[in-house]
């Protein structure tokens, strides 16, 4: 079989140009209800994901054979890592935000309850700094505060826990952009949109 001869490792750097995008650079921004410090979030915040998005499949048979089709979208949770700061208040305010949904002892919630949904927000930076793209998770609250694993093996080390953020959907767009809705009226959009990126 022939080789293409454009095909060679020159070649692949060339179309690797930047060095590919670093999955360590990135920043979180979210509000916590009562919680004034939203720069400790962005800092201690030490993981997070780019969400996932699914199309359901309907499937319609036709003489023996099944024909798909795109169905509903669902939007998968949301996963987030904290350092506990020493005075563990990031994690209380966590934990306020959930007992504000359902409190532990009277089994009750607020009337209101929706002002305490805000939107959350993750951004891949560039190596220099700059934002490359956000997702927006619209209406967020904490489904579940994680654990901190403590023993006395744990030499060397820092708390850490996990939260489990729920959302209704996400949205997404080139740069820093707030609210990021991936529409070819924000700047970039066709850029994008003509990269195969766009929505």
């Excluded at 939203?38 to 359901?56: E, H, T, Y």
């Excluded at 904290?82 to 935000?97: P, T, V």
């Excluded at 060397?156 to 953020?165: L, R, W």
Aim: some cysteine; charged content about 20%; overall charge negative.
């Amino acid at each position: 079989m022939a080789v293409d001869p454009t095909n060679n490792i020159s070649d692949f750097v060339n179309a690797f140009a930047g060095g590919g995008v670093r999955t360590n650079l990135f920043m979180v921004k979210g509000d916590i209800p009562g919680y004034n410090n939203d720069r400790a979030i962005s800092f201690l915040c030490k993981a997070a994901q780019i969400p996932a998005s699914s199309l359901g499949t309907i499937e319609v048979p036709y003489r023996g054979r099944r024909i798909k089709l795109p169905g509903d979208r669902t939007f998968q949770d949301w996963s987030i890592t904290i350092i506990s700061d020493a005075n563990m208040s990031l994690r209380s305010a966590f934990e306020f935000w959930s007992s504000e949904f359902n409190t532990h002892v009277a089994n009750t919630t607020i009337n209101d309850f929706m002002r305490l949904m805000p939107t959350w927000s993750v951004t891949q930076l560039n190596r220099d700094g700059t934002g490359l793209r956000t997702y927006n998770f619209i209406g967020c609250y904490p489904s579940e505060v994680g654990a901190i694993d403590l023993s006395y093996e744990n030499n060397d080390s820092i708390a850490e826990f996990p939260v489990t953020i729920n959302y209704s959907w996400w949205e997404a767009g080139p740069g820093e952009a707030l609210p990021a809705t991936g529409r070819a009226d924000l700047p970039g959009a066709n850029e994008q949109s003509a990269m195969g990126n766009g929505f």
